[in-house]
């Protein structure tokens, strides 16, 4: 039981919000509306911006760590699928552990 909690924590250090949070449906409309009227230089937002070159710079490092954890996921980034699973295998534990959380 104490290699599947390793295993199932080493996998929850990977996620981040952005792999779970529903997309933003209204931003991305937003956005088709410009690349269809040909607009290319249209205002982004800074703060995602600036999330997305950090989020792109850990995936480089994970990369080039030793002992990474991003192979076990099969796309590279957690999908929801694989939170499911997770989330599966930690019921799995608790209640083989007899612990019940409400």
Known sequence: MVI???DIASQ????RFTDIAPRDLEA???ARQHL???ETDF???EEVAEKRKMEGL???LSQLTAGSNRGQFESGRPTIEDIRLLKTRLE???QRLGLSFG
Do not use: K, P, S
């Open 4 to 6: 599947e909690v390793r």
């Open 12 to 15: 929850l250090v990977n996620i």
């Open 28 to 30: 991305v409309e937003h």
């Open 36 to 38: 269809q009227a040909g």
């Open 43 to 45: 205002e982004v937002n």
């Open 58 to 60: 850990e995936d480089m």
């Open 92 to 94: 799995v534990l608790t």
